[in-house]
């Protein structure tokens, strides 16, 4: 079994700062994938971020970094250089990288705002 | 290259009534999945379908639920009987075969009143 920790239920960030948002996992499996999803208010899912278990260094994606320390078994989403639309709700999620057990397991989120 | 087609957005039934959910994968994508979002929750995973295949449905409630995504048009997510505990957004994603990463639709809003 999976399981994903978030367990800052909400974070402020002033604009043009960068701030971390944390997320641990538990799991059994030896390769895995580690995902970051943002859910603005109009409610859709965004992907923003992928880390395979695998990958000896950090992802990148624009102003997104994955902070990955697999020992502690963390996979922390960094943003850059805040911004307003960077509010919203942020789930980290992971899963086994086999073909058969494919489904993705989420972390309850994080709620972040940017404030001027 | 359109993403992800889910509709309708929003669906509102009344208690008993059937719910049917669609889905459109986007374009070259044949793996479909389907999540719950309950209120301020995060997403719990229902079923796995691959073209006219479930491959794995241990998340989908054994009575009133079941999906299936036939060789031609969308996946359906169909909710017999509905409940107020069934309100909740119900997003599908889609995927090449895994275990590339999965993208979303925008979800529907199901409100049984």
């Known amino acids: 079994a999976q399981k994903i920790t978030q367990t800052q239920p909400g974070m402020f960030v002033q604009e043009k700062e960068a701030v971390t948002l944390d997320c641990t996992y538990d799991t059994s499996d030896q390769s895995y994938g580690l995902f970051w999803y943002k859910q603005p208010s109009s409610g859709e899912m965004i992907f923003l971020i992928y880390?395979?278990?695998?990958?000896?260094q950090n992802a990148t994606e624009g102003r997104y970094s994955l902070n990955f320390q697999k020992a502690r078994k963390s996979a922390n989403l960094v943003i850059s250089a805040s911004q307003l639309g960077d509010s919203a709700m942020y789930f980290c999620?992971?899963?086994?990288?086999?073909?058969?057990?494919?489904?993705?397991?989420f972390g309850t989120g994080t709620r972040l705002q940017v404030t001027l | 290259n359109a993403g992800v087609m889910q509709n309708p957005r929003h669906l509102v039934r009344r208690r008993g009534q059937e719910a049917r959910l669609r889905c459109s994968p986007m374009?070259?994508?044949?793996?479909v999945y389907w999540y719950r979002q309950l209120p301020e929750e995060g997403l719990k995973f229902m079923v796995y379908?691959?073209?006219?295949?479930?491959?794995?449905e241990s998340g989908m409630p054994k009575e009133r639920f079941s999906a299936e995504f036939p060789k031609e048009g969308p996946s359906i997510l169909r909710i017999q009987q509905v409940v107020r505990g069934d309100s909740a957004a119900y997003f599908c994603a889609s995927s090449p075969p895994p275990p590339e990463t999965q993208y979303f639709g925008p979800g529907t809003r199901l409100l049984v009143l």
């Open positions: 374009k070259g994508h044949s793996h």
């Open positions: 999620a992971m899963r086994p990288l086999t073909s058969t057990a494919s489904k993705l397991t």
């Open positions: 880390q395979g278990s695998y990958d000896e």
């Open positions: 379908l691959q073209k006219e295949n479930i491959i794995d």
